[in-house]
């Protein structure tokens, strides 16, 4: 049997049966009624109904360039794929909209900014303060874009400058709408006039945040000149004008500096917007230049149970809230999981058995502590605990010094106290994200600073109807879990679930169970299940389980996808009829 993914199309992958008789189990045939690729969209390529995911926290992820980067709520992550992620606020086209301030300009219509007979700053842009405003650390890249149409006997010069807390006032660009030039300020600026028309400009600068603060997109200013310093006085006569069309704000922190990222709307589309739970987000499956993303590095959608961690200042270990610093010193001076100078520390041994910890007051339970850490010098032993040292895991096999690597360490205990030991004087490490967190395996980045945090669960449901029949049928996915528990297809307790047994699947309709074929599961597998005819069969890897009864009811009210389970997800899809051991050994192989 041979999977392939088709480039481009919404279906995912096709399969194709090399060996068995039969060939129903084709992903685009009547008899799928069910497909969810989950490579880069929560959208059905067969199916009924639209997904319903939820999230009500940010998130942390790293992203197809092994850069962490941070999810809004509600928004989906899809490892291996690219997010763009447009940070404008409410609207991205509607400028008449009162998200949009008005600086001595008003807005004719939706999109038609007009000066006023002033001179005088005239500009339009997003600002905001407080808990409104997205922080930003130094080093920070953003892409500020606009699309903007000159108009007869309109404006014929404009400027993009970044809104200045943590962008500072130097960095900005002037552009002509006649013939497209550019005089960029401290930034890097592209001008490219959009296909098919002859007085319509992709204007954009990529500004890098030169101090922590917050900013809230940026200002589309009218100028007098190409010469025209940071927010001029523009001399106004009260018709000159300028047609604003759409308008974007990427982090690109990570990219080479070329990178434009496509335009993605807000406040244009409604729920569940370009499939990945939020306004204004959209993953793509070709990387920054165009090129496919490999089938194998699209790894599917990230399922997260919930978790909290546990450690203060998980990033900043030269933080008092690491209370014992013995031996060592703690700066906050490594290159971070973000691509981003001083965001990780460096942890240097000044003589022999260097020490740090936080201890952590929790009731007893299985706990998992795990950071990522990156050798900077020396080749001796380093270790982690979180018992405080009454025991020490030696990772030095594990970490390198040319990436992050991630190490964990499990154990049922009460009040952790989590940090490392470096063996030799002189040696020294970068860590970034220490975390400390409940249950038996780390999972994805939770960044903390004066308080714990807590990143709630992933919820990923369908519609049963049209998609499920009770009668008879077959459901598939491709797993990859950090643990073997909870649901694959139905809910957390009927339909298919996950086992660290019976090579990692079971099934079971709220009165029976039919068990996978026996063995360990591997880091991944291919897992399916049939059912009808008072009879339920579960193959993985290839190979068929025992099967049990079946009650003729599965007893959902939706069909969730990783429900209470955590890891990556993908090509979910269900079938009308109850296969035949060849075709689920077929398609589990």
């Given at each position: ?27 685009n ?12 969209s ?16 940010k998130?942390w ?28 606020r409410?609207?991205?086209e ?5 998200i ?9 219509g939706?999109n ?10 005239q500009r339009i ?8 405003a ?18 007869s006997?309109?404006?014929?010069l ?7 807390g ?14 497209g ?12 006039l ?6 319509t400009?992709?204007?954009?600068i990529?500004?890098?945040a030169?101090?922590?603060?917050s900013?809230?997109?940026f ?23 300028f ?30 917007f ?34 909290t ?21 703690a ?30 007051t ?36 594990q ?14 205990l ?5 940090g490392f ?17 409940a ?19 992933d ?12 009668t008879a ?26 086992s660290?047994?019976?090579?990692g699947?079971?099934?079971?309709d709220?009165?029976?169970?039919a068990n ?5 599961p ?30 003729g009811?599965?007893?959902l ?25 060849a075709?689920?050994?077929g398609?589990?192989?």
């Amino acid at each position: 049997m041979t999977i392939t993914r088709d480039a481009g199309n919404v279906k995912g992958v096709s399969w194709v049966a090399s060996s068995e008789s039969s060939i129903h189990n084709i992903l685009n045939t009547a008899s799928c009624l069910f497909h969810a690729p989950l490579q880069a969209s929560l959208f059905l390529s067969r199916g009924a109904g639209s997904p319903t995911f939820s999230r009500a926290t940010k998130a942390w992820a790293l992203n197809e360039l092994g850069i962490l980067e941070e999810l809004p709520s509600g928004c989906a992550f899809f490892a291996g794929a690219r997010l763009v992620f447009n940070s404008v606020r409410t609207t991205s086209e509607d400028f008449s909209n009162a998200i949009w301030i008005k600086t001595n300009c008003t807005v004719v219509g939706t999109n038609v900014i007009v000066c006023s007979y002033t001179t005088s700053l005239q500009r339009i842009s997003q600002e905001a303060s407080g808990a409104s405003a997205r922080a930003v650390v130094i080093g920070t890249a953003y892409r500020f874009s606009a699309r903007i149409r000159r108009v007869s006997n309109g404006a014929q010069l404009i400027q993009l400058t970044a809104v200045s807390g943590g962008f500072g006032t130097g960095q900005y660009a002037n552009f002509s709408l006649v013939d497209g030039s550019v005089l960029a300020v401290g930034c890097i600026a592209t001008s490219t006039l959009v296909a098919g028309t002859t007085d319509t400009y992709d204007l954009s600068i990529r500004c890098v945040a030169t101090a922590n603060g917050s900013f809230d997109i940026f200002n589309v200013i009218f100028i007098n000149s190409m010469s025209d310093a940071r927010t001029p006085s523009f001399i106004g006569d009260g018709l000159k004008s300028f047609e604003l069309l759409r308008a974007w704000s990427v982090d690109v922190t990570g990219y080479t500096a070329s990178y434009v990222p496509e335009y993605v709307s807000v406040g244009v589309v409604s729920a569940p917007f370009f499939g990945a739970g939020v306004d204004g987000a959209k993953y793509y499956e070709t990387d920054w230049q165009g090129a496919l993303i490999s089938a194998a590095n699209l790894l599917g959608f990230r399922k997260e149970t919930a978790a909290t961690n546990n450690l203060l200042h998980c990033r900043d270990l030269s933080n008092a809230a690491w209370s014992t610093k013995t031996n060592l010193t703690a700066d906050k001076t490594a290159t971070g999981l973000d691509g981003i100078a001083n965001t990780a520390t460096t942890l240097t041994a000044t003589t022999a058995d260097a020490i740090i910890l936080q201890p952590i007051t929790l009731a007893s339970a299985e706990r998992c502590a795990s950071a990522y850490v990156k050798r900077i010098t020396g080749t001796e032993t380093i270790s982690f605990t979180q018992d405080g040292g009454s025991s020490w895991t030696d990772i030095t096999s594990q970490i390198n010094s040319n990436t992050y690597s991630r190490v964990q360490v499990t154990s049922t205990l009460a009040n952790p106290s989590v940090g490392f030991k470096i063996s030799t004087s002189g040696d020294a490490i970068a860590v970034d994200i220490v975390q400390n967190e409940a249950g038996s395996v780390a999972t994805s980045p939770i960044v903390t600073t004066t308080a714990i945090v807590t990143r709630n669960a992933d919820s990923l449901t369908y519609q049963i109807s049209g998609n499920w029949s009770d009668t008879a049928g077959t459901a598939f996915v491709e797993v990859a879990p950090l643990a073997y528990s909870g649901g694959a297809i139905g809910s957390a307790t009927n339909g298919l679930l996950l086992s660290t047994l019976n090579s990692g699947a079971t099934a079971y309709d709220g009165t029976n169970s039919a068990n996978g074929p026996s063995g360990t599961p591997g880091s991944s597998e291919k897992l399916a299940f049939r059912w009808g005819s008072s009879a339920m069969t579960v193959s993985s890897g290839g190979i068929i389980g025992t099967p049990g009864t079946y009650d003729g009811g599965m007893g959902l009210s939706s069909i969730g996808i990783g429900s209470s389970a955590a890891g990556c997800f993908k090509n979910a899809a269900i079938y009308n009829y109850a296969m035949t051991d060849a075709e689920l050994q077929g398609i589990t192989a």
